[in-house]
């Protein structure tokens, strides 16, 4: 967030302050000092901030590229790892960092896409990570159901409802207002009434996902298909 303020505010100094930010970051992921929740925010952080960047956004993308490559490289080491002990090992239980490199990346397609083509390093990593996902995928014995999801599926996504930088990826919101309306913020934040048949006697939510796809499914998917548009 700091780092961000300051190149907000055009800071001479924030661009040699990437590195060593995004290196003690990765030693922080390293202590599991972070939650996929909390990064999900930071992600939404840094897309906000290079979308209303006036100063430095080239800069404020290219710090956005690096976090986003320091969550990849850790996604790679870790999935490929599996690969390496089995051959036929199957997709891991739950995949740390991949929801919050889904942000970055599906905000660089949307807006910046054409200013970060050069950058090898970022798109070797999305290549390699989408390859291990691809050879664990087919060890999986869900793999012939196929999956039908939308980026707003993803439970820890929800609250990316209604957020205009993204809002392509929200359909079910007019993206020609810059804000949301009181009524779909109504339903942003959840304050609608659920309709009767989503109670049960006692008044409670049910929850019925027994037919749902876990998020770490969903996340793949939803991954395998930006690598495919990236290659069209």
């Not at 739950?94 to 919050?100: C, K, M, N, Q, V």
């Not at 079910?172 to 989503?198: F, R, T």
Request: net charge neutral; with cysteine.
């Amino acid at each position: 967030v700091d780092a961000n303020f300051d190149l907000y505010r055009g800071d001479a100094q924030a661009k040699s302050r990437i590195g060593p930010t995004c290196k003690s970051f990765d030693s922080l992921l390293d202590a599991s000092v972070f939650g996929d929740s909390l990064l999900c925010k930071m992600s939404t952080i840094l897309v906000f901030s290079v979308v209303h960047n006036k100063n430095e956004p080239k800069i404020a993308l290219n710090f956005a590229s690096e976090v986003a490559k320091v969550l990849l490289n850790r996604i790679h080491k870790t999935t490929q790892a599996k690969l390496q002990q089995n051959t036929n090992a199957r997709m891991p239980a739950s995949i740390r960092s991949l929801t919050p490199v889904l942000i970055l990346l599906l905000a660089i397609e949307s807006h910046f896409l054409n200013l970060v083509t050069e950058d090898t390093a970022l798109w070797e990593l999305v290549g390699s990570v989408g390859t291990v996902f691809e050879e664990l995928q087919a060890t999986n014995e869900n793999n012939q159901q196929p999956i039908q999801c939308v980026f707003s599926d993803i439970d820890e996504l929800k609250f990316l409802r209604g957020f205009r930088p993204l809002r392509h990826l929200n359909p079910q919101y007019d993206d020609s207002k810059p804000v949301v309306s009181i009524k779909e913020a109504h339903d942003i934040l959840g304050l609608a009434s659920p309709p009767k048949d989503a109670t049960n006697s006692k008044g409670k939510k049910q929850r019925n996902d027994s037919s749902s796809p876990c998020d770490r499914e969903k996340g793949v998917h939803l991954y395998l298909q930006f690598c495919d548009r990236m290659v069209k």
